[in-house]
């Protein structure tokens, strides 16, 4: 399946990275934008999702094997800058929501050159459910818990150790939110 609204020349893995990202969330439940790390496809999975996509390509037997390795190792160094981009696209789709509402409280925290000192500002809507999961519509998308969860997949791919070992002593481990493999 191919996105064509968000279609660009990326590299294979970030591509990857981003199918298998998106097993983590169920759009159509009343919490859409949660990233259900659980969710994330285990080793065979992928694997067996990788060859394929590899089977399709040109290539001896042992040099598909050899791209499904290659593929494997490069998708968990892309997924940081998959979650890193899908974070700054749900703060931008944020601002673009005629619904925000900053309250009087922001207001007040406000300094001279505008800028919202550590004060979160919350969308004033509630999620309406009908008949069960039936999952949000761009219109009452949380488009802010979307990229806070994005972050915390951003931080936990650091904090894992995976990436940047000098992480693991800044970061609060429980507000991370780490993909098992």
Request: glycine share 6%; aromatic share 12%; charged share 30%.
């Amino acid at each position: 399946m191919i996105d064509f609204e968000y279609a660009a020349p990326n590299p294979r893995a970030y591509d990857l990275a981003n199918h298998f990202c998106e097993w983590m969330y169920n759009y159509h439940s009343s919490t859409p934008f949660v990233a259900n790390t659980e969710d994330y496809p285990s080793e065979v999975e992928r694997s067996r999702f990788l060859e394929a996509y590899v089977a399709h390509g040109p290539g001896t037997p042992e040099e598909k094997a050899e791209n499904v390795r290659r593929l494997a190792r490069e998708i968990p160094e892309w997924r940081v800058v998959n979650h890193a981009f899908w974070c700054t696209w749900g703060v931008v789709m944020s601002e673009d929501d005629p619904e925000l509402v900053v309250n009087g409280e922001a207001m007040e925290h406000l300094d001279l050159n505008g800028a919202i000192e550590r004060e979160v500002i919350k969308e004033e809507r509630p999620f309406s459910e009908v008949e069960g999961d039936q999952g949000a519509t761009a219109s009452d998308f949380d488009y802010i818990a979307y990229a806070d969860q994005k972050m915390r997949l951003f931080w936990g791919e650091l904090a894992s150790g995976r990436h940047f070992d000098d992480y693991l002593d800044v970061l609060g481990m429980e507000e991370c939110k780490i993909i098992q493999e």
